[in-house]
């Protein structure tokens, strides 16, 4: 299977900075996401990482608010930008396709952010 | 209607119980679901797939109605280890878009 590593693994920073987010993903993978799970909640898309070109990102998120960049095949970085307490949340990497698993979806271990 | 509801719980069942989720989802041309688990402060992984009527791994067991439009999830002879959050996942057709329920979670004691 996919191993999928992300940095940092935690950060807490002050409100109005911004954090940038990388995955990295051993392998080439199709396609790249970014999610969020707010505390006790389950996990919500933010965009699917677009190699080469602007993220596709889902309702209620923005590129102004959540830049993405996906250079090649195997990394993605997700920036979390003028923070809030409320963008406090485990930011998840996840990885589908490609040579080490076709049919099945793939999570990093996550990037706890709290915002002070 | 959600696109995809569990019971959050939590359910509290004693070693070796028998214990059952249920998954409803609203798109009726879902064709594939997915059973993760999530344990605390990890990252979600691939628990089981239902491609047909159901799938059996093990302990555990999932099943698909497709006429109700639910799945379940039914864990024999629970282990402590089982304890974690259990995710129902609805994939897009093609499979590479995933959207997740709210999750159940389970705690077996001794």
């Known amino acids: 299977s996919a191993v999928i590593s992300q940095k940092p693994s935690r950060d807490i920073c002050q409100r109005g900075t911004s954090l940038t987010i990388q995955c990295q993903v051993d392998s080439q993978v199709t396609m790249m996401f970014w999610y969020r799970q707010q505390p006790g909640q389950s996990l919500t898309l933010i965009a699917t990482a677009n190699q080469g070109s602007e993220a596709t990102y889902e309702s209620g998120f923005v590129i102004d608010k959540f830049p993405i960049s996906r250079p090649n095949l195997t990394f993605s970085t997700l920036t979390v930008s003028n923070m809030s307490p409320e963008d406090s949340s485990i930011y998840l990497c996840s990885a589908w396709g490609g040579a080490k698993g076709e049919n099945e979806q793939f999570f990093g271990p996550g990037t706890r952010l709290t915002v002070l | 209607r959600k696109e995809v509801e569990q019971d959050p719980g939590p359910f509290n069942v004693p070693e070796g119980a028998t214990v059952a989720f249920n998954c409803t989802y609203s798109?009726?041309?879902?064709?594939?679901f997915f059973w993760y688990r999530q344990d605390c402060r990890k990252e979600p992984k691939l628990l089981m797939s239902v491609y047909s009527s159901g799938n059996e791994d093990g302990r555990f067991t999932a099943q698909l109605n497709r006429a109700s439009q639910y799945i379940s999830l039914l864990i024999r002879d629970s282990k402590l280890s089982d304890s974690a959050t259990y995710l129902c996942v609805v994939p897009n057709n093609a499979g590479n878009m995933l959207t997740f329920g709210g999750g159940t979670r389970l705690m077996v004691k001794p």
């Open positions: 798109n009726s041309a879902s064709q594939s």
